[in-house]
């Protein structure tokens, strides 16, 4: 098969990683029979200091007309003193809304033989850690009413968490569907102790889950929740919640596997149509050094041949020469232990592509 793939590699060490994850393409390309074509564009601060903005309409445009998005990252210290609409962040936000990806799945998984860079005690990580977060990317606090007033207690900024069932609906069916895959066991995450959204989150969810009743479902207010994921995070398969304590539990998720450099996330619409990205940030204090981890990247190309492609075999060959590399001890500088000896981006993404 022949797919289209738009590559926006943006800002800080975006570009190194993306390069590697397109090296592995190739390479599962020659592998499997399928043609990678590959057009890469500009957002985020590069996009601004070119075009003054950070998601020009040209680069929305070549997004559409392709099959996926692989995304580097975003931001830097240069654009920081932005404000909000103008910052490269909202080409991310602007990404995820014109192509409605609503779900967000970040897997964190720790690798046996990086059990030594989880911060966690023994007794807690050889329990091991495999979840899958899936966080709603397109409603909630991000995307509710939000503005400035002065009221009676003076000047005054607001952001409105506002969900609809439909919505949801939608970020449920993908959790549940995903949890019918793993260990059946979802835990939906909210804060219907304080918040009327989250009462309403909850109510939903308890009348979707009698459609599933082979599916374990826990609920848990974000604050324990916070607490339970570095207590014992073993007891966690899928995660469901909305944006934003999805975007902090996935943060605090990553952490306790050793390294964010090592996951990829997926963004998806109901077509499948789909956004895959590290989840680390841009790392402007380690950018053009060459010591980047493209573990993230690499793996997240692998969850777009997955989700988006249904190549699943192609998907797991990636995974596996992931693993293969680890164990036999390849490190890029963020998971290497003091003293050890480490590869470089690039060097990381040969070793990988190798063992494809
Ligand atoms: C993420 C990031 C983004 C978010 C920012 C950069 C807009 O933190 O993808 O988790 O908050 O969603
Ligand atoms: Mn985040």
Request: hydrophobic residues 40%; proline residues 4%; glycine residues 8%.
């Amino acid at each position: 098969m022949e797919y289209n793939i738009a590559l926006v590699p943006g800002d800080g060490i975006g570009p190194e990683v993306v390069e590697e994850a397109v090296k592995v393409l190739h390479k599962i390309g020659e592998k499997f029979g399928h043609k990678f074509n590959f057009k890469y564009t500009i957002a985020g601060g590069a996009a601004i200091d070119q075009f003054g903005e950070p998601l020009p309409k040209e680069t929305l445009d070549i997004c559409k007309e392709s099959d996926a998005i692989i995304l580097g990252a975003v931001g830097g210290y240069k654009w920081d003193h932005m404000p909000l609409d103008k910052r490269p962040e909202k080409a991310l936000l602007g990404l995820r809304y014109a192509f409605g990806l609503y779900a967000n799945l970040r897997p964190a998984i720790l690798y046996k033989t990086l059990k030594d860079a989880c911060p966690l005690k023994d007794e807690i990580s050889d329990k091991g850690i495999d979840i899958m977060v899936v966080r709603e990317l397109t409603g909630g606090i991000y995307f509710g009413e939000k503005g400035r007033k002065e009221t009676e207690k003076g000047k005054c900024a607001y952001d409105t968490e506002l969900y609809s069932e439909k919505e949801v609906k939608r970020i449920l069916k993908t959790a549940f569907e995903i949890a019918e895959k793993r260990s059946k066991k979802v835990t939906s995450i909210d804060k219907a102790n304080v918040l009327e959204s989250s009462l309403f989150w909850r109510e939903i969810v308890n009348e979707y889950a009698k459609d599933y009743p082979h599916i374990e479902l826990n609920h848990m207010l974000a604050d324990n929740a916070t607490m339970q994921l570095v207590r014992d995070p073993s007891q966690f398969d899928v995660i469901v919640t909305t944006n934003m304590f999805g975007d902090l539990l996935s943060d605090e998720a990553s952490q306790i596997t050793g390294s964010i450099g090592l996951l990829p996330s997926a963004s998806l619409n109901e077509d499948n149509f789909g956004m895959f990205e590290p989840i680390h940030g841009s790392a402007p204090d380690i950018a053009g050094k060459g010591i980047a981890n493209p573990v993230a990247a690499i793996l997240s190309a692998a969850m777009m041949l997955k989700y988006s492609f249904m190549l699943e075999e192609e998907s797991k060959t990636i995974e596996n020469a992931v693993e293969k590399a680890l164990e036999s001890g390849h490190r890029t500088k963020d998971i290497a232990g003091k003293g050890e000896k480490f590869l470089s981006t690039s060097e990381m993404g040969d070793v990988i592509a190798g063992l494809l």
